[in-house]
């Protein structure tokens, strides 16, 4: 079975452009997660969807979106990058997001650099 | 949600038993214990999870008090594959994923 995919994997932008991620989950998963992970921050929640809606949501500012499409792909989308934005972005995905055995897989990630 | 604390960095040798402890105080009813390896430049995968008591799968053990204020996750035997980051987390069981990773802690093993 195939591993959840992420494109691009390296991508450049420069302040104050606008970036679209995309995730291909695991086959039969309806779960897909989102995570920036920094140095100085760690791995910080991004947002959950589930059946193309999004059901939690973690602190950031509205500049960061995501969407899922019913084949439960799902893109995530920043706007007006800033410096800051530089991070590894991980997609996971899990079956049903719900009780015990709620394992995520993690994706190999998409490194966005601003510059 | 519960915030985890665990040790920054852990040192060992190959074929020790490592215990890394992880705490987090504020825990939920609804709430499991997973913990996650990760490798760099890849993202994390899964070990183990648990609610209480004790859960054991072909990697690791699971340890965690009747209170479950904290828990110790077990790696018997380390190899030189093993030094990775570790995270101790708490998910939260109410219909999806809203997870708060902790720092993680480094574990460097040695031969």
């Known amino acids: 079975k195939a591993g959840v995919t992420q494109t691009p994997r390296y991508l450049i932008k420069t302040r104050g452009q606008q970036v679209t991620l995309s995730c291909s989950p695991i086959?039969?998963?309806?779960?897909v997660s989102w995570y920036q992970q920094t140095p100085g921050q760690g791995l910080q929640f991004l947002f959950e969807?589930?059946?193309?809606?999004?059901?939690n949501k973690g602190n950031f500012p509205g500049r960061f979106s995501g969407r899922q499409f019913s084949n439960s792909r799902s893109e995530m989308n920043v706007s007006t990058l800033e410096l800051g934005d530089s991070a590894l972005y991980l997609c996971?995905?899990?079956?049903?997001?719900?009780?015990?055995?709620?394992?995520?897989?993690f994706g190999p990630g998409t490194r966005l650099t601003v510059l | 949600l519960a915030k985890t604390t665990q040790p920054i960095s852990m040192d060992s040798y190959e074929g020790q038993e490592v215990n890394i402890t992880c705490s987090h105080n504020?825990?939920?009813?609804?709430?499991?214990i997973t913990w996650y390896q990760q490798f760099p430049s890849q993202g994390p995968r899964f070990i183990i999870q648990g609610y209480k008591t004790k859960v054991t799968n072909e990697v690791a053990s699971l340890f965690i008090p009747a209170d479950r204020k904290s828990s110790t996750l077990s790696l018997p035997r380390v190899s030189l594959s093993d030094t990775a980051v570790y995270y101790c987390l708490v998910v939260v069981n109410t219909g999806g994923f809203k997870t708060i990773f902790g720092a993680g802690t480094r574990l460097f093993v040695k031969a």
């Open positions: 504020n825990i939920a009813t609804n709430d499991y």
């Open positions: 996971a995905s899990s079956l049903v997001g719900r009780g015990a055995n709620n394992e995520q897989f």
């Open positions: 086959s039969g998963h309806r779960s």
């Open positions: 969807y589930f059946s193309e809606t999004q059901r």
